[in-house]
């Protein structure tokens, strides 16, 4: 089992930076796919980012491919989410996710059984 604590969120003017943090408990955080979704107001949780065990394959949704990078330090049991060129329509709580040995899909939540409590990231206009 893995328990996740993000970090990083906070208030930013369009077209600017933050970099969330999701730490992560356990022995075994190199054998677990990680993930980012978030969840605005009113909506359904959606997929953000996605990260393979070796850090070697990532994902994006549509919506942040060329301004987000995800990316992860095994020894440091942390994955990031890095978030650029920020718009007003990314604010949402930010929630880190992980799955063990993940065979399916990256995209779907359900494929991830673990959660952190969520950051707050808020694009002023």
């Known amino acids: 089992q893995v328990q996740l604590v993000e970090s990083g969120g906070g208030l930013v003017q369009t077209g600017g930076s933050l970099r969330l943090s999701c730490a992560a408990s356990?022995?075994?955080?190199?054998?677990?796919?990680m993930g980012w979704f978030r969840q605005a107001p009113g909506k359904e949780r959606e997929f953000v980012a996605a990260?393979?065990?070796?850090?070697?394959?990532?994902y994006y949704a549509d919506s942040v491919k060329g301004r987000f990078t995800i990316s992860r330090d095994n020894a440091k049991n942390t994955v990031y989410l890095q978030m650029n060129s920020l718009k007003p329509e990314d604010t949402a709580v930010y929630y880190c996710?992980?799955?063990?040995?993940?065979?399916?899909?990256?995209?779907?939540?359900?494929?991830?059984?673990?959660w952190g409590q969520g950051t707050q990231v808020t694009v002023s206009s």
């Open positions: 996710a992980a799955a063990f040995l993940l065979s399916g899909s990256y995209y779907a939540r359900s494929n991830y059984p673990y």
């Open positions: 356990g022995r075994t955080f190199s054998s677990y796919a």
């Open positions: 990260i393979s065990v070796s850090g070697g394959s990532t």
